[in-house]
């Protein structure tokens, strides 16, 4: 099963920041944060990981709660492309994911 | 940065027959690979770990002789759905890693429908 809770959909208006959140309550010490995202009928794609201190890259921000039981992906500026599915997943053993439900973005012009 | 390749993009095959998937990193070589599966309105389920040079492994519940996994090479792994039913219609995905920063790269998917 997923270790992770995220919200089922989200809505953001296109040029704003979007913020996901993610519950991971039970992450162990090892496990990392990882994000990744869908768009419709293609392969998930790498954004974002981290293992306690918060990341910064060119497509997100990963900010992690001090006691790692939760994690924020920030998108600066959503454009219309960033509709996707983000998946939110904790893995000690990069590659072989548990995916959740994951939140469906959706950005309206 | 790693790119996969997912080969055929999708396939249509008649019910008992089997299909062949290939995955193949491009321009890397990859000792490990995974494969997902996802149906529709679903999220992604791992089904097996492919190892190059040895027997792969199998997540719970997924039938090893009904999804035969061949890692024979460094940038080659092969998912064979054998004797496949209409509920064997998924997408099917791969990662690959390079080991490098960008982790696990998936691939484009496959989308197999059995008729």
């Known amino acids: 099963d997923a270790k992770t809770t995220q919200p089922p959909s989200m809505d953001c208006a296109e040029g704003r920041a979007a913020n996901l959140p993610c519950n991971h309550s039970?992450?162990?010490?090892?496990?990392?944060v990882y994000w990744y995202r869908q768009i419709h009928s293609q392969g998930p794609q790498y954004i974002i990981h981290?293992?306690?201190n918060n990341e910064t890259n060119e497509m997100a921000s990963l900010i992690i709660t001090e006691d790692r039981k939760s994690s924020t992906l920030i998108l600066p500026h959503a454009t219309l492309r960033d509709t996707a599915v983000y998946y939110c997943?904790?893995?000690?053993?990069?590659?072989?994911?548990?995916f959740g439900a994951g939140t469906q973005v959706v950005v309206t012009p | 940065g790693a790119v996969v390749s997912q080969h055929p993009s999708w396939v249509i095959c008649k019910s008992g027959t089997s299909v062949k998937i290939e995955c193949r990193s491009l321009?890397?070589?990859?000792?490990?690979m995974f494969w997902y599966r996802q149906f529709p309105k679903q999220s992604l389920m791992l089904m097996a770990t492919?190892?190059?040079?040895?027997?792969?492994?199998?997540e719970q519940g997924v039938e090893k002789d009904k999804f035969l996994i061949n890692h024979a090479s460094l940038t080659l792994s092969t998912l064979t759905v054998t004797s496949a039913h209409p509920e064997d219609s998924s997408f099917y995905i791969c990662?690959?890693?390079?080991?490098?920063?960008?982790?696990?790269?998936f691939g484009s998917g496959t989308r197999l429908t059995v008729v």
């Open positions: 990662s690959a890693s390079d080991d490098d920063l960008y982790g696990y790269t």
């Open positions: 039970t992450i162990s010490g090892n496990e990392y």
């Open positions: 321009d890397f070589q990859a000792t490990t």
């Open positions: 981290g293992l306690k």
């Open positions: 492919s190892n190059e040079g040895s027997k792969a492994t199998y």
């Open positions: 997943i904790v893995s000690d053993d990069w590659g072989k994911f548990q």
